[in-house]
Each structure stands twice: as C-alpha cells, then as structure tokens.
C-alpha cells in the first residue's frame, strides 16, 4: 500500500519589515573588518545597523566605525555598541548603506523626508560604495510621483525671506501639516520644507 501523497506545507508569508531585515542582512554582507561605515537613518537602515552590531558582537566583524546619519542613528549605534567617529576625523567612508524615499529608473533618489537631510548628505557623498537598500515601494517612474514628499532644506537665518516669495509659488504643492505649520524643524535645526 502507498503512503497517502501530503500536501505542500503553505507558503511562508512574510511582513514587509521582515522583508526589509532580509535585505539589510543582505547589504551588510558586503562590510568588513577595519571599515569606516556610514550608518544610514530609517527602518530598513536600522536592520542593517542591528546586524552589524550584532557581528560585532559575535566577533565576525572588528575594528569598525560607524559616522550616522541622524543623531537619532548615533543614539541607537550607541546602545548597540558600535564604535562611532565622524567626517572630520574620517573624510572618506568605505562604505555606507541606507535606504531612500524614492528611486527612479535611472537611480536618482529622494533621500531625507525623515529630517536627516543635510546629515545624510553630508556623509553619503563620502563614500566609496554606497549600497542603498529599497522595496517595490520605493520605485517610482519620476520622482515626486507617488505624491510622496520631496524634501528641500532652509537654514533659519534666511526663513522669513524665502517665505513671501518661495513658499507662495509652492504653496499649492506643500505637504499641509497644521501640526508642524507647513514645515518640520529637522534634527540638525535647519528648517526642511516638504514639497509634493
């Protein structure tokens, strides 16, 4: 007599935070011992930044430095023990993985609607490699096309000058947020206006 044929078990069915730790995982994949790293800002950063700290820990990775890109990433690498430093000590990062907000199909981004902009820049144009990390959520055909936000930074000193003038012409374009009066102050002070 057969065995009676089973059936497959069912498909696993992942959440989108489970599938954004799977890709962290899978960038950091590509940092080694001795790295100078740029220790990106969000959720999908965040993965990224467990995993190393968790390598660290393990021993499988040494000697590393990490330069964040938000103080809120330099508070969370500390609780994770990840040695930290910054650009003045380190002008060239080896490496550096974040995610973004948008992604065309010619690789452009839109980076910074969490406030990190300038922080996020600033570091990421230092590296030699920059892996950044997306879902079919992020791509978009143009950026700006998913209504999503596309951040622009005002230092407070020029503020009341831009607001006559720049911000009427975008005011039918800015994201409305009574809460924040239109704009958000972002974590390095600097005004970021949010425009879609």
């Known amino acids: 007599m057969e065995a009676p044929i089973q059936a497959p078990p069912p498909p696993t069915i992942l959440t989108e935070d489970e599938l954004k730790k ?22 999908i950063a965040k993965h990224a930044d467990d ?23 330099q ?45 996020e820049k600033m570091v990421e144009s230092a590296f030699k490699k920059f892996i950044v990390i ?9 950026l700006g096309g998913t209504g999503g936000a596309v951040p622009i930074e005002v230092v407070p000193f020029c503020w009341k000058l831009l607001k006559p003038g720049y911000i009427d012409c975008l005011k039918k374009n800015l994201k409305l947020d ?8 972002e974590r390095m002070e600097n005004h970021l206006l949010l425009t879609i």
């Open 75 to 119: 508070e969370q690498a500390i609780s994770l023990g990840i040695p930290l430093s910054d650009l003045d000590k380190h002008l060239i990062l080896d490496l550096a993985i974040d995610g973004a907000d948008e992604v065309d199909p010619y690789l452009n981004l839109v980076k910074g609607c969490g406030g990190s902009l300038l922080r």
């Open 134 to 142: 997306v879902d079919q959520t992020k791509l978009v055909k143009n």
């Open 22 to 43: 799977i890709d962290a995982y899978k960038a950091v994949e590509f940092v080694e011992s001795g790295m100078v790293l740029g220790l990106g800002t969000g959720s």
């Open 178 to 185: 009574v809460s924040r009066n239109f704009v958000f102050v």
């Open 51 to 73: 995993r190393i700290a968790e390598l660290l820990h393990q021993g499988k990775l040494t000697n590393i430095i990490g330069i964040p890109t938000s103080k809120k990433t």
